[in-house]
Nanobody, 119 residues
Framework: QVQLVESGGGLVQAGGSLRLSCVAS????????MGWFRQAPGKEREVVAA????????TYADSVKGRCTISRDNAKNTVYLQMNSLKPEDTAVYYC????????????WGQGTQVTVSS
């Protein structure tokens, strides 16, 4: 079993920055693909960024490209999302998720952390 705990959310003005963290407990973190998702009120959950088990490969949603950076520290069982130049439309609950390499979908989810960007 893997547990994910996010932190780092909060209230920030437009143009500001936040760094989200997600700590994983349990085994085999370094073998998981990790992702950050978000869900705004009344909207579907969407992927924000993902990172391979080694950290060598990353992908981003078009809406955050150039503003966000996903990274991971396997020694600390932690994945990060650095968000810069935040916009009000980035307001959402942000979730991290883990996907074992043998599965096609994310299996483990955190409880989420609220990010609110004021204009």
């Amino acid at each position: 079993q893997v547990q994910l705990v996010e932190s780092g959310g909060g209230l920030v003005q437009a143009g500001g920055s936040l760094r989200l963290s997600c700590v994983a407990s349990g085994r085999a973190f370094s073998s998981f693909l990790m992702g950050w998702f978000r869900q705004a009120p009344g909207k579907e959950r969407e992927v924000v960024a993902a990172i391979s088990w080694s950290g060598d490969s990353t992908t981003y949603a078009d809406s955050v490209k150039g503003r966000c950076t996903i990274s991971r520290d396997n020694a600390k069982n932690t994945v990060y999302l650095q968000m810069n130049s935040l916009k009000p439309e980035d307001t959402a609950v942000y979730y991290c998720a883990a996907r074992p390499g043998y599965l096609a979908s994310y299996q483990y989810w955190g409880q989420g952390t609220q990010v609110t960007v004021s204009s």
